[in-house]
């Protein structure tokens, strides 16, 4: 699911899994567990600006209303969009051109399951 355009609002343990700087990919998990039968993926492309800690407890995933300020003004942030990073204990930005969502069944070694650009002895 493509979520540009939408709210990600989830309770559970997320954490940064993967940047790629190739094509400026990160990829934020949350595992299965003894409470949760799936993986989540959130995938942000075309990333510019990352400010939220490795570890995510809670989380909630918006365009902001500043959209494209980040910090200073910046040429490379007008063409992507802003997203507000809420967690239970603060609040980010992540600055991309894209943020799609995917939950799944799959467990802790299987693929990314999105066309992901990996690093060399990843997968």
């Not at 699911?1 to 949350?30: C, D, N, P």
């Not at 809670?58 to 365009?63: M, T, W």
């Amino acid at each position: 699911m493509k979520g540009s355009k939408m709210k990600f609002v989830s309770k559970r343990e997320f954490q940064v899994w993967l940047y790629a700087t190739g094509h400026s990919q990160l990829l934020i998990r949350s595992n299965k567990d003894s409470s949760n039968t799936t993986r989540i993926n959130l995938l942000f492309k075309d990333v510019s600006h990352i400010s939220i800690p490795i570890l995510l407890n809670g989380i909630s995933v918006e365009i902001s209303s500043h959209n494209g300020e980040i910090l200073t003004v910046d040429k490379n942030f007008t063409q992507k969009t802003t997203y507000d990073i809420r967690y239970s204990e603060g609040f980010g930005r992540i600055c991309a051109g894209s943020f799609f969502v995917n939950e799944d069944d799959g467990e802790f070694f299987d693929r990314i399951p999105f066309d992901i650009t990996i690093p060399p002895g990843l997968s």
